[in-house]
């Protein structure tokens, strides 16, 4: 199991450059990516997403990738040739025009600004793309570690609180098998009281302690609370993304909680019935930051 939280680096070099990537990823329902990439390998923004995408599934991630190419720059600085000829074939029919004497140096021709310009370094996709794919996936393996190591504190924390809800489903079984006992004993009290002595029809007390027992039994929903506190166990030993599953199998044990706390009519079990909410409310909160 993973916590969405974490953060991870990644760097890689090559002869085409070298690639640092950052990755932050905090809890979201979906997958949804910020992204800061440099210019010069913008184009491959929609491959950086979609690793991104299949290596941190959901969560809200912010990754910073800082590229530099061979030389330390993104653009070179040229000389532009036909400038050149151009300006120096000018200059000298000005100086002819002028009468001025003197040639055209090299710092007449730099001193004009015309003759140089820069360009962008050309990178080559495919090779620029292994670098940064190697840094992603340092950057994703660094934050999956983090991840998993927050999933395990997670993890525990379920364990403690599903023995104290396991202990405390326990105790309401046993109210639940002495709740007919309990009901019939408190008719007899009042059919006494009422009668003063007077002879009733055991029979038909004996019925009507069976209805009312039937309609207050929470049997079923008590094995189904078991079983789906079974099937959430099992989920956490499996692992993989298994947040939206978890979350379901809570929603299912909180409404055979309710029904049953609603079913039985008993004080002592609708205050148990608070204590296993509460306690599930805590694991819920922690499930939104599970993968």
């Known amino acids: ?56 599934g959901r969560g809200q991630v912010t990754a910073s990738i800082a590229f530099t190419p061979p030389g330390g720059g993104s653009e070179r600085v040229v000389i532009d040739r036909r400038a050149c000829r151009d300006l120096v074939s000018q200059l000298r029919k000005v100086a002819a025009w002028l009468r001025i004497d003197g040639g055209v140096d090299l710092r007449t021709l730099v001193g004009t600004g015309a003759i140089i310009k820069t360009e962008a370094v050309g990178l080559a996709r495919k090779p620029v793309w292994g670098l940064i794919r190697r840094a992603l996936a340092a950057a994703c393996d660094d ?74 039994d929470i049997t079923e929903e008590i094995v189904r609370m078991r079983s789906h506190m079974r099937g959430f166990r099992r989920l956490l030993a499996a692992g993989g993304e298994i947040g939206k599953k978890l979350d379901f199998t809570m929603q299912e044990i909180q409404r055979e909680v309710n029904t049953a706390s609603n079913k039985a009519n008993d004080a002592r079990i609708s205050a148990l019935a608070i204590e296993i909410k509460a306690e599930m409310e805590k694991i819920r909160e922690q499930l939104q930051n599970v993968q």
Do not use: H
């Not at 364990?159 to 009901?183: E, H, P, Q």
């Open 143 to 216: 934050l999956a570690k983090g991840q998993a190591r927050e999933g395990r504190v997670l993890a525990n924390d379920f364990i403690k609180r599903w023995r104290r809800v396991d202990s405390l489903i326990a105790k309401i079984d046993a109210l639940r098998a002495g709740s007919a006992r309990r009901y019939e004993k408190r008719i007899r009290r009042k059919v006494r009281t009422v009668l003063e002595g007077a002879a009733y029809d055991e029979a038909r007390l004996l019925a009507e302690v069976s209805i009312y027992t039937d309609r207050i």
């Open 1 to 56: 199991m993973k916590s969405m939280t974490g953060y991870g680096e990644g760097e890689a070099k090559g002869p085409c450059g070298r690639c640092i990537v950052q990755i932050q990823s905090v809890n979201g329902r979906y997958f949804k990516l910020s992204s800061s990439i440099p210019r010069e390998i913008a184009p491959l923004e929609p491959k950086i997403r979609g690793y991104l995408q299949e290596r941190t």
